[in-house]
């Protein structure tokens, strides 16, 4: 157990709907980053919070939100979804930036039908 | 365009050779370097790291040669055993400001390792 917790660990929906990823940080780990891995792109980054606020963006599409809630976890919202969509989506934490390294979570997958 | 490039996408090694992962990055503002390994169903985990004033670093069986010069780096798994089977992804920081900045990932390279 890495002890970043990531919740569901599968999910299957539909074209169009919507859905929530859920992210518990490593306790006292302050920073939050969201990765989509898919076959072809491998780890891609999305965004980065520190916080509560957010302090990087990478190609996270304008259908995918995320934010950090006082607590430190935080929530990827992905809607409108396309078949393109399914892959895993990791979160990761650290205790200020990545440079002292990143523990991942196991990930949910999202297939997307 | 991809910042990290890994090579090769998959490697198959006998139990007991030596499994070598290359990347090559063009950003010379990285400054850091960590491999990160990762076994079906679980999220990739940190294995070794390096910063760039250093031109190698070995944990165990495991060894990161850095080139600065090149802008390439490798690992290096001596011994290699079937449960060191897995998918390794090389990766660079980019900083920015406080508190901000992100890992940008190498493509990964899927290692089998024959007993």
């Known amino acids: 157990d890495s002890g970043v917790t990531q919740t569901p660990k599968h999910l299957i929906t539909a074209t169009g709907q919507r859905v929530t990823l859920r992210c518990s940080p490593r306790?006292?780990?302050?920073?939050v980053y969201w990765y989509q891995q898919s076959l072809d792109q491998g780890l891609q980054f999305l965004i980065q919070?520190?916080?509560?606020?957010?302090?990087a963006k990478g190609n996270i599409l304008e259908r995918f939100s995320a934010q950090q809630f006082p607590d430190l976890h935080s929530e990827l919202n992905l809607s409108s979804l396309e078949l393109g969509d399914s892959a895993l989506y990791f979160c990761?934490?650290?205790?200020?930036?990545?440079?002292?390294?990143?523990?991942f979570g196991s990930g949910t997958r999202l297939t997307v039908v | 365009q991809q910042q990290v490039k890994q090579s090769p996408q998959s490697l198959i090694v006998q139990k007991g050779g030596i499994s070598i992962i290359n990347c090559a990055y063009e950003?010379?503002?990285?400054?850091?370097f960590p491999w990160y390994q990762q076994f079906p169903g679980k999220g990739p985990a940190l294995l070794i790291a390096?910063?760039?004033?250093?031109s190698e670093k070995k944990e165990g069986r495991f060894t990161i040669s850095f080139n600065k010069s090149a802008k390439q780096f490798s690992l290096h798994i001596m011994d290699s055993q079937p449960g060191d089977s897995a998918t390794y992804f090389c990766?660079?920081?980019?900083?920015?400001?406080?508190?901000?900045?992100?890992?940008?990932f190498g493509q990964g390279t899927t290692l089998q390792v024959k007993p």
């Open positions: 990761a934490s650290s205790a200020r930036t990545a440079n002292y390294g990143y523990t």
């Open positions: 306790s006292g780990d302050l920073s």
């Open positions: 919070y520190y916080n509560g606020e957010e302090r």
């Open positions: 950003n010379t503002a990285f400054d850091y």
């Open positions: 390096i910063r760039p004033d250093v």
């Open positions: 990766a660079a920081w980019e900083g920015g400001s406080s508190n901000t900045g992100k890992l940008i």
